[in-house]
């Protein structure tokens, strides 16, 4: 088979056999086809789409490329269940769910990415923590699941080894925004996982990949029928990203904020919100809860009564991180050289969201690139949330940056992404729906 037969397919918008995904997938794995060849194909997807099917055979071949895990033999006594964003600028909620999720009952067994596009990575803040081992093995990540009941680790090798090269290339290609290939770059390493039930956390705003709620709806409704003909259990969150989530954005600068919400010293209210909203419906989904307004209840202790800091805890010390991370992040994060507050006045009324995590990418904190080396101190920290009015001592946000130079280049682009008015905007939904197989019509 010539695999430019498969682009032509594509491109003059027909609809790829099992045989032709079959032939994509293993070329991806053995890497025997070519970048260009991939970024042809994922551009000819992006522009004319896939079918329900398409997506579906894609999901499973990659899925099935590598390692598959079953916990069936791990001797579990709750559910495996998992949460995965769609990405935006400022989620750090990967850090505070497992743990909280965990102290609840449920194992998750977390596989996540790198940064794509604009949106940070959840593997390379965890690679902010010094000596957290990301990339274990898959004896070390089953140990950890079972006795700490939760592991937050990076794609490695083994697992859906078709997808990790294809979610690079798409990162550098203009191709991340395509609903089937999100879909089935997500559901992938999901499978593979070895998951009983997942919870898709669908952002939707200027700072996320589907900007509008009808394409949220559009990815949820694609995830959970995929997801559904592979036979894993799906609920999605349609979740606000037209502002950054939290109080800051940056690899180390978040990893030193879920600390401080684990601790429950610091709970920014919008992602507080999102957090526990994940969580509950985590513990429905997997049977733990049948009461929602009970699920949040007993996730919110679970951060109040220090069950969850503990967790996170244990889950850094058995992956390789500091014994005493939680009581002392500071003293073990990266720190940038230079910190900057950045002043205006008004009302923060509107954010460019996708631009801030674009000026993140100038500081140094995302790639240009695939395999780009990170500096992980760079970012925004103390971020005013819309509504907000910038007054007196009240920065936009601070600046971590490397040297004066990219301080003020990205003092620049966050002034230049914040509209700002003289009247305080009306508030917005955090979580907008709440979206389940039963709730969606399947394409």
């Not at 923590?129 to 006795?147: C, H, L, M, Q, W």
């Not at 089935?184 to 200027?206: F, N």
Request: charged fraction near 25%.
């Amino acid at each position: 088979m010539l695999f430019t037969d498969v682009i032509r397919t594509k491109r003059d918008g027909g609809e790829l056999t099992h045989e032709q995904i079959a032939f994509f997938v293993a070329g991806l794995a053995d890497e025997s086809l070519p970048a260009e060849q991939v970024s042809a194909l994922a551009m000819a997807v992006f522009l004319n789409s896939m079918s329900f099917e398409e997506a579906a055979t894609l999901t499973l071949a990659m899925a099935k490329s590598g390692t598959v895990l079953d916990w069936s033999d791990a001797g579990l006594d709750g559910p495996v269940v998992d949460k995965h964003s769609t990405g935006g600028v400022g989620d750090k909620v990967s850090f505070l769910l497992a743990p909280i999720v965990a102290a609840c009952g449920c194992y998750v067994p977390m596989i996540s990415g790198r940064g794509l596009g604009h949106t940070g990575g959840t593997t390379d803040k965890a690679e902010a923590i010094p000596g957290y081992n990301a990339t274990p093995d898959f004896a070390s990540f089953r140990r950890t699941v079972g006795e700490v009941g939760c592991a937050i680790i990076g794609q490695t090798a083994d697992l859906a080894p078709a997808d990790r090269r294809f979610y690079a290339i798409r990162d550098v290609t203009g191709t991340v925004e395509s609903v089937p290939l999100i879909t089935a770059s997500i559901l992938a390493k999901k499978i593979a996982a070895g998951l009983d039930c997942l919870v898709m956390d669908v952002k939707v705003g200027s700072g996320a990949f589907m900007e509008t709620p009808d394409r949220g709806r559009e990815l949820a409704t694609s995830i959970i029928g995929t997801a559904a003909e592979a036979g894993l259990r799906t609920h999605a969150l349609l979740t606000d990203m037209n502002e950054v989530l939290g109080s800051t954005a940056g690899n180390a600068l978040e990893i030193d904020e879920s600390v401080k919400f684990l601790r429950n010293e610091h709970r920014e209210p919008r992602l507080d919100e999102v957090v526990i909203a994940l969580c509950a419906e985590m513990l429905l989904i997997g049977g733990i809860e049948q009461d929602r307004d009970a699920a949040m209840r007993r996730c919110d202790e679970a951060v109040t009564s220090g069950e969850a800091a503990e967790v996170f805890a244990r889950m850094v010390t058995a992956l390789g991180g500091p014994t005493d991370f939680v009581d002392d992040a500071a003293s073990h994060l990266a720190r940038a050289p230079v910190t900057r507050p950045v002043y205006a006045e008004g009302f923060v009324c509107a954010v460019n969201t996708r631009a801030v995590g674009n000026a993140i990418i100038e500081l140094g904190g995302g790639r240009r690139e695939v395999g780009q080396p990170l500096d992980l101190s760079v970012g925004f920290s103390d971020i005013a949330p819309i509504g907000t009015e910038l007054a007196g001592d009240r920065p936009l946000a601070v600046v971590h940056a490397a040297n004066d130079a990219d301080a003020e280049t990205a003092e620049r682009r966050l002034l230049a992404a914040v509209t700002r008015s003289e009247e305080r905007p009306s508030e917005r939904p955090v979580v907008a729906e709440i979206l389940t197989g039963q709730t969606l019509p399947m394409r």
